[in-house]
Nanobody, 119 residues
Framework: QVQLVESGGGFVQAGGSLRLSCTAS????????MGWFRQAPGKQREYVAS???????KYADFVKGRFTISRDNAKNTVYLQSDSLTPEDTAVYYC?????????????WGQGTQVTVSS
């Protein structure tokens, strides 16, 4: 059974940090690119960051220098360290698995974890 389970979301004040985790099961994790999207209320889902099977990373411009994506293949887990959070980062964060870092087809999705940043 394929599962991507996110955790680590919560409520934080502006300027604070959160580390999101996404643990996968039932997929060939080490061979997949993994990444994160987010969706704020009333807005479309937007790309945040991704990491290839080999560790190459890619970020949306609005998180560069603030967020760091990493992975631990031994734990089938991808992380999103989110620092210097602002209220504009408030959203549901979803992790995904894809064939490659540049893929536009996403094979697997998690259920999402809520991040709320207060001003």
């Amino acid at each position: 059974q394929v599962q991507l389970v996110e955790s680590g979301g919560g409520f934080v004040q502006a300027g604070g940090s959160l580390r999101l985790s996404c643990t996968a099961s039932g997929i060939p994790f080490s061979s997949k690119a993994m990444g994160w999207f987010r969706q704020a209320p009333g807005k479309q889902r937007e790309y945040v960051a991704s990491i290839s099977s080999g560790g190459t990373t890619k970020y949306a411009d609005f998180v560069k220098g603030r967020f760091t994506i990493s992975r631990d293949n031994a734990k089938n887990t991808v992380y999103l360290q989110s620092d210097s959070l602002t209220p504009e980062d408030t959203a549901v964060y979803y992790c995904y698995g894809a064939p490659s870092i540049g893929a536009t087809r996403y094979d697997y999705w998690g259920q999402g974890t809520q991040v709320t940043v207060s001003s």
